[in-house]
């Protein structure tokens, strides 16, 4: 029997940074092997930690991008 390593909320692989301002939209894409209740788990975590920041989260893959309006 395959052994699958589960998944959380701490597995994360820091693939660039960026400097997230309030008011920024926050594109997190994360592995297709997230369940709802994981992908729950991260958009609780990310807004608890960016209050002023809008999360979106697609599965697919893994990495984040912040896209910031032009202008501001």
């Given at each position: 029997?395959?052994?699958?390593?589960?998944?959380?909320?701490?597995?994360?692989?820091?693939?660039?940074?960026?400097?997230?301002?309030?008011?920024?939209?926050?594109?997190?894409?994360?592995?297709?092997?997230?369940?709802?209740?994981?992908?729950?788990?991260?958009?609780?975590?990310?807004?608890?930690?960016?209050?002023?920041?809008?999360?979106?989260?697609?599965?697919?893959?893994?990495?984040?991008?912040?896209?910031?309006?032009?202008g501001d």
């Open positions: 029997m395959r052994m699958r390593r589960r998944l959380s909320a701490l597995d994360v692989r820091l693939t660039e940074a960026a400097v997230i301002r309030p008011g920024d939209t926050v594109l997190i894409r994360i592995p297709s092997a997230f369940t709802d209740a994981q992908r729950q788990i991260v958009r609780k975590a990310l807004e608890r930690e960016l209050p002023d920041v809008s999360v979106v989260i697609v599965s697919g893959t893994d990495s984040m991008h912040v896209y910031r309006p032009a």
